[in-house]
């Protein structure tokens, strides 16, 4: 069974966020963090993990990420906090 993930990244004081659609998601996270994907999260040093959903269907998740994308910051923000209130970087929990 392959999953697909959807993912919430921020940066070190929580001000920027950056959503995301993978089918890898520990591979994507650590290219995040070494600063191998060029672009946007590189550009504002966006690399901790705060949200994620799971899913089995490919076009499932990419809807997720359209949907997400076109959300308030406040709904986004509720929506984090509902699942890590805290803010703290998810990448080590995927091990």
């Known amino acids: 069974m392959k999953y697909y993930y959807v ?3 921020t940066n070190k004081i929580n001000t920027v ?5 993978t089918n890898d998601l520990i591979k994507r996270i650590y290219q995040h963090k ?3 994907v060029s672009g946007f999260t590189e550009k504002y040093n ?3 993990l705060i949200f994620f959903e799971v899913y089995e269907d490919i076009n499932e998740a ?3 990420e359209k949907k997400l994308k076109n959300w308030h910051r406040e709904w986004k923000m509720n929506l984090i906090k ?3 209130p805290n803010f703290n970087d998810l990448y080590n929990t995927l091990f």
Do not use: E
């Open 7 to 9: 993912y919430i990244l």
């Open 17 to 21: 966020l950056y959503i995301g659609v």
């Open 34 to 36: 070494n600063k191998l």
């Open 46 to 48: 966006i690399n901790k």
């Open 62 to 64: 990419i809807t997720r």
């Open 82 to 84: 509902s699942k890590n």
